[in-house]
């Protein structure tokens, strides 16, 4: 009987929906995929800091300030969570920041449009984070074992940023028409962009075919966008405001809602740094990793200080 190859091996760990760990053998492709979108996700979180970050000096009351503050504090651990568990793929932190820093890692497209009001931080809790956890979901079952536990801690956090964003949306869209105004404005920007943050069509997409053979993705671009879709329309019906898509409407044979097609060129003007933050969010991605390199420094001096210890401790015994 010929012998299986070790990606045949690998394929069957898969398929019997088993976990691949750091230590197993993976093909170099696997890894470079995990790599690449574990990086740009952990990437993503940090950056995704900047806009909501810009409203916490100018919350309306202390209690929202706190919620916020919680929650830019949260995103900051994602990333970091995310950054460890692709460290355990071979590659080093600084070497994916510097991937950010130089242009040549992604982060989410989502996060390069303008935070105008108030009722943006409530439209990207609401918005955002639910589409995040839509796909964050379904990643808790992604074959790779350090990126589906790092899902299961995030999972559980995101979904107080949405119920706190929702919250944010239902009392400005029950308070005055100028508060309800705002709501309003705030879903007229963000409903499209949220939905570019699945990614493009399936059938564009030059990853999701791979990703769902090897389990990486467990739905694909176009049917986790199309679960937000289904999922949020009532939300919005029940705030009484209206999802800026015409041809939004519900089909009764697909049991699903049909929707209308997403500005591509927009998108992918936005991917390639051209959208209406990107100059201004990198700016100060920059800034705050030299701003933060002292602290980098400090902690990496106090760690080899420690561990010249214990090895001195060592000898001794
Ligand atoms: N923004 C920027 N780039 C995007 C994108 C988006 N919204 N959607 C897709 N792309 C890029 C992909 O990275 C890929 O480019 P690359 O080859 O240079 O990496 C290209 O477009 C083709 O897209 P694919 O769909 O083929 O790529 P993927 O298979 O990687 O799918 C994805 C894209 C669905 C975003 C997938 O990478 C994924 O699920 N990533 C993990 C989740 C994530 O990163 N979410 C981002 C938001 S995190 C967040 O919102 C935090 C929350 O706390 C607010």
Not at 88 to 96: A, C, F, K, M, P
Request: proline share 4%.
């Amino acid at each position: 009987m010929q012998a299986r190859s070790l990606e045949q091996d690998f394929q069957a760990i898969i398929d019997a929906e088993q976990k691949i760990e750091p230590k197993d053998w993976m093909p170099d492709q696997y890894r470079k995929t995990l790599i690449r979108q574990i990086s740009q996700h952990a990437h993503s979180e940090i950056v995704g800091m900047l806009p909501e970050g810009n409203w916490i000096t100018r919350a309306p009351s202390l209690r929202r300030k706190v919620a916020l503050l919680a929650k830019v504090q949260d995103e900051a651990g994602h990333g970091l969570y995310l950054y460890a568990a692709a460290e355990t793929l071979g590659v080093d932190r600084e070497t994916l920041i510097q991937e950010l820093l130089n242009g040549r890692a992604k982060y989410s497209s989502v996060f390069n449009y303008p935070t105008l009001t108030w009722a943006d931080i409530g439209a990207i809790g609401w918005l955002v984070d639910g589409a995040a956890i839509m796909n964050q979901v379904a990643l808790c079952r992604t074959s790779y074992g350090p990126y589906a536990r790092a899902m299961v801690r995030i999972c559980k956090e995101e979904s107080f940023h949405q119920r706190q964003g929702y919250e944010i949306m239902l009392t400005l869209a029950k308070g005055s028409p100028e508060q309800k105004a705002m709501a309003q404005d705030a879903l007229n920007r963000w409903w499209w962009p949220a939905l570019m943050m699945f990614g493009p069509n399936d059938k564009e997409s030059a990853h999701t075919e791979q990703s769902m053979r090897w389990r990486i993705k467990r739905f694909t671009n176009d049917e986790l966008r199309q679960k937000f879709v289904d999922m949020t329309v009532p939300q919005a019906d029940f705030l009484g405001l209206t999802v800026p898509d015409p041809a939004l409407k519900w089909n009764e044979a697909r049991g699903s809602y049909d929707f209308g097609e997403i500005n591509w060129e927009e998108f992918w003007n936005v991917v390639k740094g051209n959208g209406p933050c990107n100059l201004q969010r990198m700016k100060a991605r920059r800034k705050a990793h030299e701003e933060g390199a002292w602290v980098r420094e400090a902690a990496m001096a106090y760690a080899e200080k420690r561990k010249q210890r214990a090895e001195r401790i060592e000898q001794r015994a």
